[in-house]
């Protein structure tokens, strides 16, 4: 198997091929925290003019923002169906799609329905229903996004470029912190409140119109390709990217990896299934995207103006992309695991004290510290690592229907999460005891379960073709424990 140093490798073709990829993973990045610098406006326009008791004000509010994981469940769920029908690339550009209506929609969902602006809690629906188409491309460009790079990959690097999608993923984040703190700088509080959320969220459709564009001209993998009985132009890719030496030998190795085993979901055992899922839900369960959701909010509450709290923010992306990068530079050195186990103890140390800080009502600069520490604990290991991990681990016969599963997973965690907290957040009772600090222990907990399971369960996957792992889940019979324990070469 071609393991990157080959001259052969046409390695501009492949940074390319990359770059277009990893759009999907910006706006991935982008949609899911857009969100972050509107919550306040949309919770004055569409939810407080209800007047609600505080529980359902509270559960209405985190309903409306993290709706968009609704769409991002259903978009992971037919993520392996779209990915083996319309193929690796076709599935990018239904994404990029939705990304374009979701943004225009959700910014003006009264267009259609009734005066923009005046509409109020009566436009709400239309807003959900947005939110959640956009979401159906977000969960379908997280598992295809990945998915795509892996494939054209060779297995030297081939951890390397899967977590740029990551850094495009932080990087798409990072931008929308620049632009949220940008629009709300044009106006004050009352602006920002009317119209200035729009903007926010109708900038989304610039870079979703660039990657429907680049999209036109990129190949679909050579992978997919073989699954569809087109071996001869599996060939021809495998040849412009890998080069004449390698080309047939890594197809030989792609067609006997599909002709093993069946294609059913669980032709290679339930373990691979499971241990997929796993790590899917703990990169949820440690809380991420509580504090990337709800950035301005925790900040706010420890006692920052609107717009110290965007500038918080922004320190926030900044950590996140600076850590993803220490990830790409050591994720094919070091190996997936031992990142996994680092990034879990760090976080774990990060959560435990700022729930500590706000219970003792010690906020500011070193609470914003922890912060960044969590951040940069999830940057360097879950973060990239995780999508490493499941692009690679599945077997060819499976990997687009275990993939879809293990994605969804994470976006039901990531749903209950996201959801649950502004309920957390906001609870009187909660607060009044632990002064918004019980959210970040729970999350803390968490992340100590996410290292004993890595230190048991998960396999290490560095070096190996993505035929070759396909081995470490040959026999159905093998139990997760002989899985983690196999030896690497």
Known sequence: MNDGRDTGVNTSLMIGLTFVATLGGLLFGYDTAVISGAVSSIDAYFIDPLKLPELARGSLSG?????????CILGAAIAGWVSTVMGRKGGLMLAGLLFLLGSLGSAWPEFGFGTIGQMGPKALNQFVAYRILGGVGVGVASMLSPLYIAEISPSAIRGRLVSFNQLAIVGGILLVY????????????AWIKSTGWRYMLASEAIPSAILLILLLFVPDTPRWLVLRGRSEDALVQLRRVMGEND????????QKSLAEKS?????????????????????QLVGINAVLYYAPLMFSNMGASTDTALLQTVIVGGANVIFTVVAIVTVDKWGRKPLLITGAVIMAVAMITLGSLFNAHVVGLVALVAVVVYIAGFALSWGPVAWVMLSEMFPNAIKGKAMGIAVAAQWIANWVVSTSFKVIDGSSVLNGLFNHGFAYWIYGGFSVLA???????????????????????????????TVASHPHP
């Not at 309903?63 to 769409?71: D, E, K, P, Q, V």
């Not at 620049?178 to 509080?189: H, I, L, T």
């Open 63 to 71: 309903w409306t923002i993290g709706s968009a994981i609704i769409g």
């Open 247 to 254: 080309a047939r030998s890594i197809l030989s190795e792609i």
């Open 263 to 283: 294609g059913k979901l669980l032709s290679f055992g339930l373990p691979v299934l499971i241990i997929g899922i796993l790590i899917s839900v703990f990169q």
């Open 451 to 481: 290292a004993l399971f890595v230190i048991r369960y998960v396999p290490e996957t560095k070096g190996r073709s993505l035929e070759a792992i396909q081995e470490l889940w040959s026999k159905p019979e093998a139990t997760a424990a």
């Open 178 to 189: 620049f632009v949220n703190y940008f629009v709300a700088s044009q106006g004050d509080d």
